[in-house]
T-cell receptor, first 113, second 112 residues
């Protein structure tokens, strides 16, 4: 089945140790999104790619970066994780900006020790 | 800046009841509105998408309505079942960047 896949599902990292989260999609969608969701809060958009065009949200910390080497894959890099970065990270895709419905992966739960 | 409010924050009902979840948003200039379901510790599952030109959308026991001018949407769940227990999130799509803004959700518990 076509889907959005995130790896790993659970990630533990140490304070300040760089970590990379992975997202892949078999939907051949042009747009990929990364959201951060802290406990009992709404998901918050960090950035998105429209094809190779990177769009950063104004309040996304510089500590968060992303790469999209091809249509299928997108990575979230956290350069120096702090305790406040512990959260669920959700990847989503949509076919394009006009056909809008977003499809989400299962998420990666990040713990920072 | 779009702000989304969902009421109630939590709801507990006996199995079989019909129920309504409410969503309000401050910027009525939306393109679409999407309703999602989130199970504990899991990702989001899209339930319904209502385009701004539509008044309602139905899928099985779910019916979502949209009143764009007043900044409101409702999700109606008919004949609720324990398997419907989850957090329900609404997210209007607005702004030049076509960004989804999420509410904090309504946590639904359906008791057997």
């Amino acid at each position: 089945d076509a889907m959005v896949i995130q790896n790993p599902r659970y990630q533990v990292t140490q304070f300040g140790k760089p970590v990379t989260l992975s997202c892949s999609q078999t939907l051949n969608h042009n747009v990929m999104y990364w959201y951060q969701q802290k406990s009992s809060q709404a998901p918050k958009l960090l950035f998105h790619y429209y094809d190779k065009d990177f769009n950063n949200e104004a309040d996304t910390p510089d500590n968060f970066q992303s790469r999209r080497p091809n249509t299928s894959f997108c990575f979230l890099d956290i350069r120096s994780p702090g305790l406040g970065d512990a959260a669920m990270y959700l990847c989503a895709t949509s076919r394009d900006r006009e056909v809008y419905e977003q499809y989400f992966g299962p998420g990666t739960r990040l713990t920072v020790t | 800046k779009q702000e989304v409010t969902q009421i109630p924050a939590a709801l507990s009902v006996p199995e079989g009841e019909n129920l309504v979840l409410n969503c309000s948003f401050t910027d009525s200039a939306i393109y679409n509105l999407q309703w999602f379901r989130q199970d504990p510790g899991k990702g989001l599952t899209s339930l319904l998408l209502i385009q701004s030109s539509q008044r309602e959308q139905t899928s099985g026991r779910l019916n979502a309505s949209l009143d764009k001018s007043s900044g409101r949407s409702t999700l109606y769940i008919a004949a609720s079942q324990p398997g419907d227990s989850a957090t329900y999130l609404c997210a209007p799509d607005s702004g030049s960047a076509r960004q989804l803004t999420f509410g904090s959700g309504t946590q639904l518990t359906v008791l057997p």
